[in-house]
């Protein structure tokens, strides 16, 4: 019997028609597979740089956008050809937390509102006052006491508990996945530690998986079980967190891995990352290798589009320099 999958991205491509600055428009996610099992919770990093398709993904597997080709699917039922009791099933089963945390909020209310609202549309509360122990219930799991909290505005309260209110608004609804796109970037660093720790206990205390999007590689490292490395819309390596970041195969992964600055002040930083402001190729050229205008080991196979091959840590990776390490993924 196969494993039930929750979530399912298959041969994904997303589109963009042109515009007046961009005539030929741009493709932002192209032939992007993904599979998230119900039975086995887990943290899965989408990285890459600004403009690798990690947003337009978030949005893809949230419902927010319909693909141009390519199907999500979520229980096994497509999301776009859903019935609306299915597709309310789906809203309250995947929630996302998104980059910024003051924007979420309404400044003229109280974060009572935030949390009142899902109650209220989902129909969780048998009364008022069981609405109330909810919410207390969802703070605390969050590290946070609800006399601290309950009653303020938005602008009274610090960007880290901003980001963990809206967790624990994510947790009133028992959902079965959430989408995290890049939610500790506007967070000082001092707090990113604690909702970190936050988002790994939404896996091992209550079974959640998470689509975490981040460009922090670092983070990616520290919270991830698996990672796909994008660049311009295109998966170049895949394979388990510790694995990519520990021992980048792909050229793109090795760039992005040397632009980790240490944290050693004994040791000159040894990063040798150029990336120029401005791609080398047009912006609507799909051939070949994605990378190969930025790439030191360009050859004529490069050319074409390369498949997946198998790295030499167990990753997969879209690159002819493994191509003799057995046929392709």
């Given at each position: 019997m196969k494993p039930k999958k929750l979530l399912e991205l298959k041969n994904v491509t997303m589109a963009f028609t042109g515009n007046k600055r961009n005539p030929a428009g741009i493709v932002a996610l192209e032939d992007f597979d993904l599979a998230i099992r119900a039975d086995q919770p887990k943290i899965i990093a989408i990285a890459g740089e600004s403009g690798s398709g990690k947003t337009t993904l978030a949005r893809l597997a949230l419902g927010m956008i319909r693909p141009t080709s390519g199907e999500v699917v979520y229980q096994g039922r497509d999301l776009w050809a859903m019935s609306n009791a299915q597709r309310r099933d789906y809203r309250r089963n995947v929630q996302a937390i998104f980059q910024d945390p003051f924007a979420v909020y309404n400044p003229f209310y109280t974060i009572d509102r935030l949390l009142q609202t899902p109650i209220r549309s989902f129909k969780l509360a048998k009364d008022r006052e069981h609405a109330q122990q909810l919410i207390h219930?969802?703070?605390?799991?969050?590290?946070?006491?609800?006399?601290?909290?309950?009653?303020?505005?938005?602008?009274?309260?610090?960007?880290?508990?901003?980001?963990?209110?809206?967790?624990?608004?994510?947790?009133?609804?028992?959902?079965?996945?959430?989408?995290?796109?890049?939610?500790?970037?506007?967070?000082?660093?001092?707090?990113?530690?604690?909702i970190l720790t936050k988002l790994k206990e939404l896996r091992d205390d209550f079974a959640i998986s998470l689509l975490y999007i981040t460009h922090d590689l670092a983070t990616a490292h520290q919270i991830s079980d698996e990672i796909f490395i994008l660049y311009r819309g295109r998966v170049v390596e895949t394979g388990s967190a510790a694995s990519v970041i520990?021992?980048?195969?792909?050229?793109?992964?090795?760039?992005?891995?040397?632009?980790?600055?240490?944290?050693?002040?004994?040791?000159?930083?040894?990063?040798?990352?150029?990336?120029?402001?401005?791609?080398?190729?047009?912006?609507?050229?799909?051939?070949?290798?994605?990378?190969?205008?930025?790439?030191?080991?360009?050859?004529?196979?490069?050319?074409?589009?390369?498949?997946?091959?198998?790295?030499?840590?167990?990753?997969?990776?879209?690159?002819?320099?493994?191509?003799?390490?057995?046929?392709p993924a």
């Open positions: 219930d969802a703070l605390d799991k969050v590290g946070l006491r609800s006399s601290e909290v309950l009653g303020r505005y938005p602008h009274q309260l610090s960007g880290g508990q901003r980001q963990r209110i809206v967790v624990a608004r994510s947790l009133l609804m028992h959902p079965k996945l959430i989408v995290a796109d890049e939610p500790v970037s506007m967070i000082d660093a001092s707090l990113r530690a604690n520990q021992n980048p195969q792909h050229p793109y992964t090795q760039l992005l891995v040397a632009s980790i600055p240490r944290p050693d002040p004994d040791r000159r930083w040894q990063g040798t990352v150029e990336i120029p402001l401005e791609e080398l190729s047009p912006s609507d050229d799909r051939s070949g290798c994605l990378f190969r205008h930025r790439c030191p080991h360009t050859m004529t196979e490069c050319e074409h589009t390369p498949p997946n091959f198998p790295g030499n840590y167990g990753q997969s990776v879209a690159c002819y320099l493994y191509s003799d390490s057995g046929q």
